[in-house]
């Protein structure tokens, strides 16, 4: 942290209200790939997001009367602002989170698009004017922001997972409280600094930094004052976070577990999906709910493009993020490392065949070799679980309606990839497969213009897009009665 060409966004403390809030206990922020400790920061709980509900609902009507306007000239001054401290921001990312500097560099840019794209979106929140059912009447419909917003964010992408709820929620009017993961609030602290910076006012955009998640969790979910709330993470916690949403009725958007589908057809450009299962697998070293989980690779290119693959997986360089040439940095944790490698070698136990990797790197007990496996089945630990590491089990298949079989045959639906040239083929698969989201012939999807979200137990409501917007909004009607006198 010392390198920071800005010291000042290195904070350890909750940010509310416009202040910077000590506490009197203190967790400790662990970078994962050298194991030391980089940080230790205030230990807020139930009072503090209790206070920070407050600040945002007593905000609440100043900032949503600004004009969409006002608001966007405000989210601009923010965008820039972290677009002239992004080496400062990556770094603090990598330290926190693990992943390469390049990669953490392509996060910052990644999430401050959010904050320009809705900087601009939030001037389009139109309204309609509905055809008239009688003469002396007129019926309109206007959208206002919902109220406080409270949301909790993941670990692997600090930045752009705050960014992307946030530029939304305040481009329509709303107040936020971010609850960031324990093991990555100093990415979320910086984006504090530089909003106040900006000129966001005191209220409007608050960070509650603490260890006790349940507690803090039933506060955001379940406070009287809040109208909506947005979670990403596991479907698990997140199901348990909408049963606590449900009492007061809030709003609720959710981005949950995913268990993507990678497929390549025989008509496939192999050396494209090959470079497009790369990117999609290993970025983030498998820590991305989008990531390709299972690989179904059609039986008669299937040894030409797992050849191909093993070898392009063989020469990824795993190290310390800070390192130039690092491409895979380590998992969050030893424990996280220490449960990938269970899936690996529970589905090894049960038949799969270890084509790379399959264990441990002697870098640290976080860092895990990239590793592919062959001979997997759709019963085996590996197409099973979400693996949220640098794991690809490849699974053969026989043909179009097999393969959307397998593919669909999982509770989650967040993205899907396929690689074909059919046209016929495209068309089909794409209506087929049962997932929010489907790269085709293109292993990353995600950008600020497009709808980011998922179905079934993957969640509900979209991020990013015009339709973004609408998840802080309410549709108010308007009825013009006696207009004819």
């Not at 989980?293 to 020469?315: C, H, L, Y």
């Not at 099973?384 to 043909?399: H, L, R, W, Y």
């Not at 698969?429 to 137990?457: D, R, T, Y």
Request: charged share 20%; aromatic share 8%; glycine share 10%.
């Amino acid at each position: 942290m010392e390198q920071l060409k800005d010291q000042a966004l290195f904070k350890r403390a909750s940010f509310i209200n416009g202040e910077w809030v000590p506490g009197d206990a203190f967790f400790p922020v662990i970078n994962p790939a050298s194991g030391q400790v980089i940080a230790e920061v205030a230990d807020a709980g139930v009072a503090e997001a209790g206070q920070a509900i407050e600040a945002a609902k007593n905000a609440f009507n100043a900032w949503s009367s600004l004009t969409a306007n006002a608001r966007g000239g405000l989210l601009r001054r923010w965008f820039d602002l972290i677009n002239q401290h992004r080496d400062d921001l990556a770094r603090i990312l990598t330290l926190e989170q693990g992943k390469p500097l390049a990669e953490a560099e392509g996060e910052i840019g990644y999430g401050a698009s959010f904050i320009d794209w809705f900087a601009e979106e939030g001037k389009r929140a139109y309204g309609d004017v509905i055809p008239m059912p009688s003469g002396d009447k007129r019926l309109v419909t206007i959208k206002q922001a919902v109220g406080v917003v409270t949301a909790i964010t993941p670990w692997n992408f600090p930045h752009a997972m705050i960014a992307r709820k946030a530029a939304a929620a305040l481009a329509a009017g709303c107040t936020f409280v971010v609850r960031p993961a324990t093991q990555t609030p100093l990415s979320a602290l910086a984006m504090a600094e530089l909003a106040q910076r900006a000129g966001i006012p005191a209220g409007v955009f608050n960070v509650v930094t603490g260890s006790d998640a349940r507690a803090i969790g039933r506060v955001l979910t379940e406070h009287p004052d809040v109208a909506k709330f947005t979670f990403t993470g596991s479907t698990e916690v997140g199901k348990q976070l909408i049963r606590q949403s449900a009492g007061t009725v809030k709003k609720v958007s959710m981005e949950l577990g995913g268990n993507a589908p990678f497929i390549v057809f025989d008509d496939a450009d192999l050396d494209a999906a090959v470079q497009g299962a790369i990117i999609s697998k290993y970025r983030n070293a498998g820590q991305t709910c989008v990531c390709a989980n299972r690989i179904f690779v059609q039986e008669k290119i299937a040894a030409a493009f797992t050849d191909k693959f093993v070898r392009a997986v063989a020469v990824l360089k795993v190290g310390d993020g800070l390192a130039p040439e690092s491409e895979i940095g380590p998992l969050i944790s030893p424990e996280a490392a220490a449960e990938v490698d269970r899936l690996v070698h529970s589905s090894l136990q049960a038949g799969a065949r270890l084509l790379l990797g399959g264990e441990h790197h002697p870098l640290g007990a976080a860092f895990y070799r990239p590793t592919v496996v062959a001979e997997v089945t759709q019963e085996m630990a590996l197409a099973q679980n979400e693996i949220f590491g640098p794991v690809s089990p490849v699974i053969t298949f026989k043909d179009e309606t097999e393969v959307l079989a397998m593919a669909n045959d999982t509770d989650y639906g967040l993205a899907a990839y396929f690689y074909a040239r059919d046209i016929g083929r495209i068309w089909r698969v794409a209506e087929g497969l049962a997932f929010g989201m489907v790269g085709i012939n293109e292993g990353i999807i995600s950008n600020a213009a497009a709808p980011f979200g998922g179905i079934k137990q993957s969640g509900n409501g979209r991020e990013g897009s015009r339709y973004g917007l609408d998840d802080y909004m309410e549709i108010k009607y308007l009825c013009f009665g006696g207009v004819d006198r």
